[in-house]
């Protein structure tokens, strides 16, 4: 994907994050359906993204997607103001050598089905990082589905030590 990298201002990212984080707090008053869009019957559950080191410039998020509704649907893809693009990767274990390749035509999400996006399987992987992922903060993740579902949720940057917030699957 070719695409134009726009330089960022951190202190304007600061103040997203920031707003997002208060945003987040609110909405988690309401309970664990929080990250919820009724509307469309999907729901994020787990949403996180691993800090990354000064200079690294790919970044991986996990969740698990569920689909409330009887209809089957697609993630098409992701975005988020902190990266340049966002991919949707697998890896897959074959000949016994762990591959990743990227996803382009999307994942279905089945009716009354869920989809876990995990480490060593399905993930989003952030390209292009402006700035280095810091453990305690939040990113706004906004994930497009198909017939014009959106959904923007904030993720949380999760230190590299951290073993158990990684969604399972
Ligand atoms: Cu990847």
Do not use: W
């Not at 990250?35 to 949403?47: F, K, M, V």
């Not at 689909?67 to 697998?90: F, K, M, W, Y």
């Amino acid at each position: 994907m070719l695409r134009l990298a726009v330089p960022v201002n951190a202190a304007a990212l600061k103040v997203a994050a920031l707003s997002l984080a208060v945003l987040c707090g609110a909405r988690l008053m309401l309970g664990p359906l929080a990250a919820a869009a009724p509307a469309t019957g999907l729901r994020i559950e787990s949403p996180m993204v691993r800090e990354t080191l000064p200079g690294q410039t790919t970044g991986s998020a996990y969740l698990v997607i569920h689909n409330e509704s009887d209809v089957a649907r697609r993630l098409l893809g992701a975005a988020t103001p902190a990266a340049r693009e966002i991919q949707i990767h697998d890896m897959s274990l074959r000949d016994g050598i762990m591959r990743m390749r990227q996803v382009t035509d999307g994942v279905a999400i089945p009716a009354r089905g869920k989809v876990a996006f995990v480490a060593g399987g399905l993930h989003l992987m952030l390209v292009g990082l402006q700035a280095p992922l810091s453990a305690g903060s939040d990113v706004p993740l906004t994930l497009r589905f198909d017939r014009g579902g959106e959904l923007t949720i904030p993720i949380r940057i999760v230190s590299i030590d951290d073993t158990t917030s990684q969604p399972k699957k």
